[in-house]
């Protein structure tokens, strides 16, 4: 009875500055939507009506969730190499490494999204390269390309710590073992490295796709307003065209796709700790 007592004042809180919003953001999504912004009093299945039966919002989650696959495998083929070096390095290097590592969480994504327009634009670093090396540079702002750059750089810190919780659980000693039995370290690593890590792996994929599903800033800003996402669309139907049902209804959407995420890393984590 005592530990259900102390999970009361945290269910209280949860509830309170999570559930409750959420279920408020739902039934809102019912509600019917007038002109100038105001909200009908009724309730309606209009909104998800036009919602489900509109291809542009069917494009607009599959082309969200198309972009966060290659973002996230992108992100974690960056990061892994760079987290197993952190993990491996001598005890008084690593502290070091892994501030260097997450410390470009300690800068805003605004500063971070408009210096990836200065290097990845027209006139930009990137360009200038290209050009030095006889390569006509590709339009890489305004673009999913930029955007899905600029969010790779961004998420690698929040990958870099999830993988560095996952390689707790590597011991040199079965590495020792496998390359003394004459396995070559490409199999080591495929037999021994990757399976143990596989836990931190699926935490990091789970919050860089989250993460970049629910992405605004970059896609708004290196996007130029020609990549839409489900947190653009939503802030453009809030805030732009002030038709609060469609932007809860959208939010909705969002939950359930993120929590389609969770059960499938839920689902696939059991199986590979069972």
């Known amino acids: 009875m005592t530990p259900r007592l102390f999970l009361g004042p945290a269910l209280l809180v949860n509830f309170a500055v999570f559930l409750a919003p959420m279920l408020n953001l739902a039934a809102l999504s019912f509600r019917e939507a007038r002109a100038g912004g ?73 500063v971070r999204t408009y210096g990836w327009i200065v290097i990845l634009g027209d006139n930009g670093l990137v360009a200038a390269v290209l050009r030095g090396l006889g390569m006509k540079p590709p339009r890489m702002v305004f673009n999913t390309t930029g955007v899905g750059i600029a969010l790779v750089e961004i998420l690698m810190p929040t990958m870099i710590l999830c993988l560095l919780a996952g390689f707790g659980r590597l011991d040199a000693a079965l590495e020792e073992a496998a390359a003394s039995l004459g396995a070559p370290s490409w199999r080591v690593f495929i037999r021994v490295v990757l399976p143990l890590s596989l836990p931190g792996v699926l935490l990091g994929c789970l919050l860089a796709f ?29 805030i732009v065209t002030l038709n609060w049902p469609v932007a809860a209804a959208l939010s909705v959407l969002s939950l359930a796709v993120f929590g389609a995420a969770l059960m499938l890393y839920g689902r696939v984590l059991r199986r590979v700790e069972g």
Not at 67 to 74: K, N, S
Not at 215 to 222: E, G, Q, R, V, W
Not at 225 to 236: F, N, P, Q, S
């Open 38 to 110: 105001s909200i009908g009093d009724g309730l309606t299945l209009a909104t998800w009506q036009g919602l489900l039966k509109d291809p542009y919002y069917l494009e607009l989650v599959t082309g969200s969730i198309g972009l966060a696959i290659p973002v996230t495998l992108a992100t974690l083929l960056a990061a892994y190499p760079l987290a197993l070096f952190v993990h491996r390095a001598a005890p008084r290097w690593r502290s070091l490494l892994v501030v260097a590592c997450i410390s470009p969480l300690l800068v805003s994504a605004v």
């Open 210 to 238: 989250v993460l970049t599903v629910s992405s605004f800033i970059t896609p708004k800003l290196l996007g130029g307003g020609r990549v839409i996402l489900l947190a653009t669309e939503i802030y453009d139907q809030a």
